[in-house]
């Protein structure tokens, strides 16, 4: 298929900017593959849904204040976002203003961290080490910010509330530099709900990376790579799921980044396989599901390899008509808006 058969009309007020003042007040648009049909209902119905036995599977990674603003040696203002750590206190990150930032360019970030840029990458990217007197950990807590999405527009500073908002309720494992965002409908209370019925829930997990917020470069989906993450599956939770393939009860991925590392740590027979891996899985229309029965999303950017995901899921008719009607009924879209539950 076309990435052009991917689009659609977003007017920009529908893009959250901001969270819900509840979590699990977010409208939920449930999809029928059977019925090819949908329904408007809200997150707090969700357990309604569910059946004694199936398996809800949440991703537990934590995402990290990646976000930078610093001071060069001529008192030029610049921001680095940390995508990935290359060594101990040597990250690849994305540089802004990057003209600024050549390497041998020294950045303050106040008295207890200062950083060296040392390389510029084929991709533009600088390769950045990291000194601190104290835990770098520790510093990047209390000084770096919440990597919000492109299209949440904060000003620098005004972002501690995202600090908690940003992040599910079930975090654990830290190391994402973004939510995962259908895990943020979720309260305590949902998930004791969830046990009582008698579902089971499982976790795993998976560094959501700066490859979430890149686009689709291709017009041909067929030549379409999305870029590997790091994910473990616990034996417990391998157990969990074998089990109820075993038994055909319903597995429910959280997500999208949840449905990757599922559908990647699977053996020639299609058991899930427990341990670290890298989730190197680009699921496009040719793909036919080996783990995932049912699919809790939020509604993702026009010609995105998420929206490839969730239309290869669903069926890309009903999915596609199924977002035309949540942006007539003024559904909130992306990071911190409404969501979907695919049966």
């Avoid at 059946?51 to 990290?64: A, H, P, Q, S």
């Avoid at 204040?65 to 040696?73: D, I, K, N, Q, Y």
């Amino acid at each position: 298929m076309l990435l052009s058969e991917f689009a659609y009309d977003l007017p920009e007020e529908l893009i959250a900017q901001n969270p819900l003042e509840k979590r699990e007040n977010s409208r939920m648009l449930t999809v029928s593959r059977a019925g090819k049909s949908f329904l408007d209902e809200h997150f707090y119905n969700f357990p309604q849904f569910l059946k004694k036995g199936d398996i809800v599977v949440l991703n537990n990674t934590k995402v990290f204040p990646a976000r930078l603003f610093g001071v060069t040696e001529t008192g030029a203002r610049v921001e680095l976002f940390l995508v990935r750590e290359t060594e101990s206190q040597t990250w690849e990150t994305l540089a802004r203003p990057a003209r600024r930032l050549q390497p041998g360019k020294k950045i303050s970030f106040g008295e207890n961290l200062m950083a060296e840029v040392l390389e510029t990458t084929v991709e533009g990217r600088r390769i950045v080490r990291f000194e601190t007197g104290e835990n770098f950990d520790d510093v990047l807590e209390a000084i770096g910010q919440t990597p919000l999405p492109p299209y949440i527009k904060r000003e620098e500073g005004d972002s501690n509330a995202d600090k908690n908002r940003y992040q599910t309720v079930f975090a654990k494992q830290r190391g994402a530099v973004a939510a995962p965002t259908a895990g943020l409908h979720f309260t305590s209370e949902i998930l004791d709900q969830i046990k009582n019925l008698g579902a089971v829930i499982a976790e795993i997990t998976l560094h959501v990376g700066y490859g979430t917020f890149e686009p689709v470069r291709v017009s041909d989906l067929s030549e379409h790579r999305v870029m590997p993450e790091r994910c473990e599956i616990s034996d417990q939770t391998a157990h969990f799921l074998n089990e109820a393939k075993s038994e055909d009860r319903r597995v429910i991925a959280v997500g999208t980044t949840t449905t990757r590392a599922l559908e990647s740590s699977i053996d020639e027979s299609g058991r899930v396989i427990p341990g670290s891996r890298s989730a190197d899985l680009t699921i496009t229309p040719a793909y036919r599901f080996k783990v995932v029965n049912g699919l809790l999303t939020n509604f993702h950017l026009p010609q995105s390899s998420l929206l490839v995901l969730v239309s290869t899921f669903g069926g890309h008719e009903l999915i596609m008509k199924a977002y035309r009607h949540a942006v007539e009924s003024r559904y909130r879209f992306y990071s911190y808006g409404d969501c979907m539950l695919i049966f």
